[in-house]
């Protein structure tokens, strides 16, 4: 297996930016899985969603559909569910910490 050189900063800012831009048109294709399981991402695809060479992905099967997502985009998922879930001026760092030191009265 080769090494991967880490993304460079003109990289990593495209990388953002397209992050923060909405979801494009959906793009459809079919695809062979090669020698050992390998597939390749089309590039238009990888583009689209911001993915670069050597980017960790989270693979999910669901349904019979295999998922594939950048951990960045996983992140954007948890944390838009977590503002709608959350009440404003809630802090849970500091409802756990609170938590952990009521609970530390009685250890």
Sequence with gaps: MGTVTPAKPA???KR??????PA???LRTR????EKGRIIIPAAMRQALGMVEGEMLDLVTDDGELRMATRRE???RAQEW????IPPGISLADELNAER????KYE
């Design 11 to 13: 990289e990593r800012m």
């Design 16 to 21: 953002r930016e397209l992050a923060r831009q």
């Design 24 to 26: 494009t048109a959906e």
């Design 31 to 34: 695809i062979r899985i090669g």
């Design 74 to 76: 996983r992140l954007r």
């Design 82 to 85: 977590a503002r709608k879930v």
């Design 101 to 104: 030191r009521e609970a530390a």
